[in-house]
């Protein structure tokens, strides 16, 4: 474990970015815990409300589409 992963709360993985193996980071911590991240930073990042709110809106529109969607999608 580095001395970067502790302070940032990130570890470092290889993931894909088309075609090509590239460096990228899994945050441990914060609001974004458990995802995968292009640059350390957007671990800690504030969240997009906007983005956010509309998200949830759409949401409420379209859950039963998402979830049937989902639903087939997970079972195949």
């Known amino acids: ?4 992963e502790l302070i940032e709360g990130v570890t470092t993985i290889f993931g894909k970015s ?3 193996t ?3 980071y899994r945050c441990t911590s914060g ?6 991240v292009a640059k350390p930073a957007t ?3 504030p969240k997009n409300m906007k983005a956010s709110n509309t998200l949830k809106q759409t949401r409420r529109k379209k859950g ?3 979830s049937t ?3 087939r999608t997970k079972s195949r």
């Open 64 to 66: 039963s589409v998402i």
């Open 43 to 45: 671990c800690n990042a």
């Open 69 to 71: 969607k989902s639903t």
């Open 1 to 4: 474990m580095l001395l970067r």
């Open 18 to 20: 088309g075609n090509k």
């Open 31 to 36: 609001s974004r815990k458990g995802r995968i």
């Open 22 to 24: 590239v460096r990228k």
